[in-house]
């Protein structure tokens, strides 16, 4: 599948060879900050669209269907919605890697993802029951996805190496300040949940205009497009595991991510059962979480900025990545031996510190080790997919350590440890310093 049928898409014959060599070559001219703030806007549009829904507004929806089904339902919705996901992301990535239009490989789907996005988040606010608003959430994750997937691979495509630990820094930034802005958006709306969607679906659309005019896309010639195997197309999702750096950072950041999962997960429940919020400063729990995220948030943007461009100058990765896993694991620590309010802070400031840095380095690195400049857009889905997938693992994980092995003690126990498997198990990365 490409976009090869647009008119116009196929490039100058003559030009096959130098457009070639420059789609998929190693980058080698530093970007410029409007394109940066592009791609930087691009990620607070999906964030903003995406997490808006998952805070707060799908559950409003959900009660307003049936206030007495109201967990049942949002299980459903967001269950199939992150099930669309854990495949979109891969899938959407491999077709922009195809892509033959004159406007490149990746702005295509930047702008098809966030259209259907924000229809089907326009369509939410008029769905006129569950069915509906479960297949308009799963068309909601197709296309965020589809544009998340085409605007993390434009990094690699773009961005040198000195310079992209700083640019994958600063669109983390734009992700965490899209996830504040989301919450921002339902707050504001103040349970009007069919004004939320709309507000979002517009945040979405205005956050890709930017990058539409000033993306600098190059595009591919339809004559140097592998020719479709379909074997080989799906092999091709597995494939990238065969190499080794590919296969450790993969399971790193998996492991990263269901360590922070499992501390993030029943942060309401560990204010109300573990700290008792309430009796001990009269604070009520969901404002306790709605403060640790805010403080999360902050230092995740900070230190996602200040990390990246520590990593660009030393020119190292594994260093920075291994320390930023250590202090991620350090705070699932405070939280197991200190269920205070002020451990709290503490933890979910070092929580933020460290997952800042993480998100800005790994992603640096795990663009080092892409097998292949053709698939840039598949491989970094598949990457993707180590994000998506702890959010079904960490809640069986976490479960059984809450309820039957010691409590929230053991849980974050359990997750400073795997976070620290993540750490150990970058060391096995040989490709990059």
């Known amino acids: 599948m490409s976009l090869s049928d647009i008119p116009g898409a196929v490039p100058d014959p003559g030009l096959v060879g130098t457009r070639s ?143 992209r630990a700083t640019v994958g820094g600063l669109a983390a930034m734009g992700q965490t300040v899209g996830i504040l802005i989301g919450a921002v958006i339902a707050a504001v709306v103040s349970g009007n949940f069919a004004l939320g969607y709309i507000v979002c679906a517009l945040a979405l659309l205005a956050g890709v205009v930017m990058y539409l005019f000033k993306s600098a896309d190059v595009p591919l010639p339809a004559g140097d497009r592998p020719p479709l195997n379909w074997i080989d197309f799906l092999l091709g999702f597995v494939r990238p595991l065969r190499h080794p750096d590919f296969a450790w950072a993969w399971i790193t950041r998996l492991l990263v991510n269901i360590g922070n999962h499992m501390v993030t997960l029943y942060l309401l429940f560990f204010l109300a059962d573990a700290v008792h919020l309430k009796a001990t400063t009269g604070m009520e729990p969901a404002f306790g979480v709605l403060v640790l995220t805010g403080l999360y948030a902050v230092f995740v943007i900070i230190t996602s900025v200040i990390g990246g461009r520590l990593s660009d100058r030393m020119g190292k990765r594994k260093p920075l990545v291994i320390a930023s896993s250590v202090i991620i694991a350090l705070a699932s620590l405070i939280l197991a031996f200190a269920p205070t309010w002020i451990g709290g802070i503490v933890g979910a400031s070092v929580l933020g510190i460290g997952f800042g840095a993480y998100l800005a380095v790994d992603f640096a690195l795990i663009t080092q080790v892409l097998p292949h400049a053709v698939d840039r857009g598949k491989d970094l889905g598949v990457i993707n997919i180590a994000n998506s997938l702890p959010q079904v693992i960490a809640p069986a994980l976490a479960w059984p350590f809450v309820t039957l092995w010691g409590g929230y003690v053991s849980l974050y126990v359990a997750a400073a440890v795997i976070g620290l498997l993540g750490a150990v198990f970058v060391v096995k990365i040989k490709g990059v310093d």
């Open 21 to 163: 060599a420059t789609a998929l070559a190693e980058p080698t001219s530093r970007v410029t900050p409007l394109w940066t703030t592009g791609v930087v806007l691009v990620n607070l549009g999906i964030n903003a669209a995406f997490f808006g829904p998952i805070q707060v507004l799908l559950s409003q929806q959900a009660e307003h269907f049936d206030a007495g089904q109201k967990e049942a339902i949002l299980a459903l919705v967001t269950g199939a919605g992150a099930a669309v996901s854990l495949v979109a992301n891969p899938l959407f990535g491999a077709f922009s890697d195809r892509t033959t239009s004159r406007f490149g490989r990746r702005v295509p789907w930047v702008v098809v993802g966030a259209v259907l996005g924000a229809a089907a988040l326009i369509g939410l606010a008029g769905a006129p029951n569950v069915a509906v608003m479960t297949l308009l959430w799963c068309l909601v994750q197709a296309g965020c996805n589809g544009a998340y997937a085409a605007i993390t691979a434009a990094i690699p495509d773009r961005v040198p190496l000195p310079q």
